[in-house]
């Protein structure tokens, strides 16, 4: 961000608002704004990822990144014939949802959007909170295993196309970082969508090469409200560890992040083929697609009801 009054921009020469150290320009909000949305273009352009006549489901929490999403969507997509529906999951974690689903209402609202809200109790019978409380269990978990299902079957009840989610950069680096942790670089491999898959809806992330701190300060400049509130359950996992590394040596090595997911990128390029994508079955429980007899979220419901992750 800008320090001081001094700065100015590098493209014509009013205040800039901010200083991108990885690519050494300084930005005013105009150019800032430009900057942000083409790049957010050259990302859906790049990857293919939006066709002419698409509806996109546009899963919109609240939060900066998923309300920057559906701004900027709306903005770049403007003269394309794509519809957007905004959908939010509520996972059901009390003191923080509530308020975030008034903020996703407000801003579907403002981009005169159909807004859908599905919630883990309807879709599973339990809310977050009711699944994780008392047991050693990593709520995100749960909840990424969940939502990823209640997305895809929201978007399919929907009719659309893809589901855009606001991941950005700073979440790619960490999820690309937690795999080689984990040594989980063959399962990342296999999973790679090189190709759909029956009945799952294919996932893009516009904001893949976007770092968090340039998503709020394009809400910020856009007067886009945001609720900031945390998850009580953020703190809990390895991602929060990860996050706290990489922005450590982002301070250090302005580039880090981006280098990271690009150097992922380019390890699947040449793994491409090296393992096959597998083909997905129907859970015979629910339906969703799945590797084995039972999708996760029908798996980890199970045990929850068989009381095995006590
Ligand atoms: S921090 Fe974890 S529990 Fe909270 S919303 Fe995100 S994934 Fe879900
Ligand atoms: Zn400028
Ligand atoms: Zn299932």
Not at 108 to 120: G, P
Request: charged share 25%; proline share 3%.
């Amino acid at each position: 961000m800008a320090s001081g009054t001094s700065m100015i921009c590098s493209l014509c020469g009013e205040r800039a608002i901010l200083s991108q150290r990885y690519s050494g320009l300084h930005l005013c909000r105009e150019h800032f704004i430009q900057d942000f949305e083409r790049r957010v273009a050259e990302t859906l352009q790049k990857r293919n990822m939006v066709r002419e006549g698409d509806c996109i489901a546009v899963a919109v929490s609240g939060g900066k990144d998923s309300t920057a999403l559906l701004f900027s969507l709306s903005r770049v997509l403007v003269e394309i014939d794509v519809e957007l529906v905004a959908v939010t999951i509520d996972e059901g974690i009390a003191g923080y949802r509530d308020d975030t689903i008034v903020a996703a209402k407000a801003i579907a609202e403002q981009l005169s959007l159909e807004h859908h809200i599905v919630s883990f109790r309807e879709e599973y019978g339990l809310d977050l909170d009711e699944m994780v409380s008392g047991k050693r269990v990593a709520p995100c978990t749960y909840c990424g295993v969940f939502r990823k299902s209640a997305l895809n079957r929201a978007a399919k009840r929907l009719g659309a196309d893809k589901v855009a989610t606001g991941h950005n950069l700073d979440d790619e680096a960490q999820t690309v970082m937690m795999n080689y942790l984990k040594g989980d670089i063959e399962r990342l491999l296999r999973f790679r969508p090189w190709r759909a898959q029956k009945g799952l809806v294919p996932r893009i992330k516009p904001l893949q090469e976007i770092p968090e701190k340039e998503i709020a300060l394009y809400c910020m400049v856009n007067d886009v409200f945001v609720q900031s509130r945390e998850c009580p359950y953020a703190n809990l996992s390895l991602r929060a560890d990860v996050r706290d590394m990489l922005s450590g040596l982002e301070r250090e090595a302005p580039g880090t992040k981006l280098s990271a997911v690009q150097g992922f990128e380019k390890i699947v390029a040449m793994a491409q083929g090296s393992y096959s994508q597998m083909d997905l079955a129907a859970c015979q429980r629910c339906g969703e697609p799945c590797v084995k007899e039972l999708c996760k979220a029908c798996e980890l419901l199970g045990s929850l009801r068989s009381g095995s992750n006590q």
